[in-house]
């Protein structure tokens, strides 16, 4: 079973930046379709932003496009989230997740998960 460990998180103002990383065990990352999720006290986990596998296309959340960008880099098993212009409505536990078979974009289509790192943005 894959491990997915996140870091970054914490405490920013409106407008600022953060970039989380998560770091992911064993040798077949590449082959890994990629995502990052978040939830929000009350709410139900949300997709923001996705990477395939195969080409690197990125896919986004109307909620964080133009604002984040995911990218990853094989060679480090990593896969990052940069966040600029963040608003308090970013404020979540957000969440690195993956799947060896598939490119969804739903909570369903990732099996193996973090274990979230808080993000705080206050305005």
């Known amino acids: 079973q894959v491990q997915l460990v996140e870091s970054g998180g914490g405490l920013v103002q409106a407008g600022g930046s953060l970039r989380l990383s998560c770091v992911v065990s064993g040798n077949a990352f590449r082959w890994y379709h990629m995502g990052w999720f978040r939830q929000a006290p009350g709410k139900e986990r949300e997709f923001v932003a996705a990477?395939?596998?195969?080409?690197?296309?990125?896919y986004y959340a109307d909620s964080v496009k133009g604002r984040f960008t995911i990218s990853r880099d094989n060679a480090k098993n990593m896969v990052y989230l940069q966040m600029n212009s963040l608003k308090p409505e970013d404020t979540a536990v957000y969440y690195c997740a993956a799947a060896y078979v598939g490119s969804g974009y739903s909570v369903g289509d990732f099996p193996s998960w973090g274990q979230g790192t808080q993000i705080t943005v206050s305005s």
């Open positions: 990477i395939r596998r195969s080409d690197a296309n990125t």
